[in-house]
């Protein structure tokens, strides 16, 4: 039996305000609300496009424009998409001192959109490009236009400066990551499947550090039965609203989505 007498949000909350030293890893479910699909699942990018043809550095060096058709769907999904109530929610967070950081997944910049201020990219953003043969970089908005591919002022095709199978993970971000995980009390694994390596070993270094891992997801994952000690079970929107709520109970008001970027 749970001290607060079972209630999961109760306790998850509980814990975040004792603590006051969580840290959020998101994935791409934190995002669905704002009309950007997941990877995996029947809707999901991976079903449309097999990730082995369109995802991977190998793919992009042998057929850069086939890898783009993929990549330009991305660029303007993410380029209309406002952060949604979610991503408010951990905003909210971070200005009550409750969080301190978000590590996510997604390459949308949903979360600095929503006012997080300290956010690690894992997998990089798609609001700039990077030529992997001279290293130059330009903004996305200055080089992309639907339908074309982007070109490098040396003559190459730009890759966005996100992360494709076969590439290492950025190493200031991994770095950061690791000591936020290692460091927080709480860690808020919000709307990841926890499939993809690096990124899935997260909670486990979090957990082994002594943090409880509250799992937000309408659906279990290959965590909840291993690391996880709380999983809410909803939409992100939602159970970050009840927490919220929980947290600041004179407050019924739930975090409305901010204005878009
Ligand atoms: P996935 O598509 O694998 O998983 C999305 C998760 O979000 C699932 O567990 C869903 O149950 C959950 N979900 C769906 N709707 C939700 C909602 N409204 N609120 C909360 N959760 C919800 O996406 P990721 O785990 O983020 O990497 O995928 C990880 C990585 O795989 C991506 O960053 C990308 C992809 O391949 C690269 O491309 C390198």
Not at 64 to 75: I, N, T, Y
Request: glycine share 8%; aromatic share 6%.
């Amino acid at each position: 039996m749970r001290p607060d007498g079972g209630d999961p949000i109760r306790e998850a909350a509980r814990l975040l305000a004792e603590r006051r030293n969580a840290v959020a890893l998101t994935g791409a479910g934190i995002s669905v609300e704002s009309g950007i699909p997941s990877f995996r699942g029947s809707q999901g990018m991976w079903g449309k496009y097999d990730p082995m043809e369109y995802a991977t550095l190998h793919a992009f060096m042998q057929s850069p424009r086939k890898v783009w058709e993929m990549l330009s769907e991305m660029v303007s999904v993410c380029g209309f998409a406002a952060p949604n109530a979610a991503h408010a929610g951990l905003s909210a967070l971070e200005k009550m001192g409750v969080l301190r950081a978000v590590i996510t997944q997604n390459v949308d910049g949903l979360h600095q959109a929503a006012g997080s201020h300290r956010v690690i990219e894992y997998h990089g953003n798609l609001d700039e490009l990077i030529c992997v043969y001279c290293w130059k970089r330009y903004p996305t908005r200055d080089r992309w236009t639907p339908g074309a591919v982007p070109r490098c002022d040396c003559g190459e095709t730009l890759k966005p400066n996100v992360v494709l199978f076969g590439e290492p993970i950025p190493w200031l971000a991994q770095e950061q990551a690791e000591e936020e995980a290692s460091a927080c009390g709480v860690l808020l694994v919000i709307g990841t499947s926890a499939q993809v390596s690096p990124a899935c070993d997260i909670p486990r270094i979090a957990k082994e550090s002594g943090a409880a891992i509250i799992e937000i997801n309408p659906e279990p994952t290959s965590l909840t039965e291993s690391v996880t000690d709380i999983h809410l079970r909803g939409s992100a929107s939602e159970i970050l609203r009840l927490l919220l709520k929980e947290l600041s109970p004179g407050n019924d008001a739930s975090p409305s989505a901010p204005p878009g970027r």
